[in-house]
């Protein structure tokens, strides 16, 4: 008895002693978050800016209304862009970059100018996307239909992709890659597309985009070839986005950016390639 009621004390006591303290975080300056991607395809080029938003208080976007915007292909042309609307600048027509030549982007707002500078890389397109049955106990991954892609990388430099893959018009995949992957890598340059069944057999297997898809599927892959400081800012950007609360967990932190003066954000030169296929039984 006597321990019991030693034990309700003890708990009475720190109970009693609990006290919330408020912590004050600091919270960051102001800054211009711009983004923007433009391609070798022709198409609308576009750059949104936002102001960046306190790391407990990311409920809103504030969006940038009164900037002034254009793309210089250095060397070349000036293309102003026009605000629409959600913070969104657009050219009145339609662009595509040529590889090997460099595109700055100017932003001037509140006062400051923010400028990023891009070189088109060169690519190779995809050779081939296809799909496979991969049959029960092959490998750690589950029985069903996958589809791969195949193609090569440029030998004289190191090569950064990003790859999106669409499953009837629908986003499923976003993977990075590069020349560090060697025989992993998503475009399978050494499995012979010719002999998949045999491949298999083999226990080579392709390194699939990991989802399942159903016969009569329209499976879209857009491959992007980018610049080595833009794919690290993807990876950034990916670890920081997929923080899963445990102590193992990146500190949260910008991820690097091209941007002068402060910005945040990237301005990104992409050399974009698509594939398209309908699976088949």
């Not at 936002?50 to 809103?60: A, G, T, V």
């Not at 210089?72 to 090997?100: A, K, P, R, W």
């Not at 920081?240 to 301005?267: E, H, K, V």
């Amino acid at each position: 008895m006597k321990k019991i009621i030693a034990i309700l004390f003890a708990a009475f006591v720190f109970t009693a002693c609990e006290k919330i303290v408020d912590i004050e975080i600091p919270s960051e300056e102001t800054r211009i978050v711009i983004e923007s991607e433009i391609y070798n395809v022709k198409d609308l080029w576009k750059v949104r800016l936002s102001l960046n938003q306190p790391y407990f208080d990311q409920d809103s976007v504030d969006y940038v209304s009164s900037a002034s915007v254009f793309i210089t292909e250095l060397g070349g042309d000036t293309v102003f862009l026009n605000y629409t609307d959600t913070g969104m600048y657009v050219s009145m027509d339609s662009h595509q970059c040529i590889v090997g030549r460099s595109y700055e982007l100017n932003v001037a707002y509140n006062g400051q100018v923010y400028t990023a500078t891009e070189e088109l890389q060169n690519a190779f397109p995809i050779d081939q996307l296809l799909s496979f049955f991969l049959p029960p106990d092959v490998s750690f991954f589950p029985s069903g239909n996958y589809v791969f892609l195949q193609g090569q990388s440029d030998s004289t430099k190191n090569n950064f992709y990003i790859f999106k893959t669409y499953r009837n018009d629908t986003l499923k995949s976003t993977d990075l890659d590069d020349d560090g992957f060697g025989s992993v890598s998503l475009l399978n340059s050494n499995f012979n597309v010719n002999d998949i069944p045999g491949e298999l057999e083999r226990n080579n297997l392709p390194r699939p985009i990991l989802f399942d898809v159903n016969e009569g599927d329209t499976i879209r892959v857009e491959q992007f070839v980018v610049t080595e400081e833009y794919y690290k800012f993807r990876a950034d950007l990916n670890a920081q986005q997929n923080r899963s609360g445990t102590p193992f967990d990146p500190p949260p932190a910008n991820p690097n950016n091209n941007i002068s003066n402060g910005g945040l954000g990237y301005f990104s030169v992409a050399n974009k390639e698509v594939a398209e296929l309908v699976v088949e039984e």
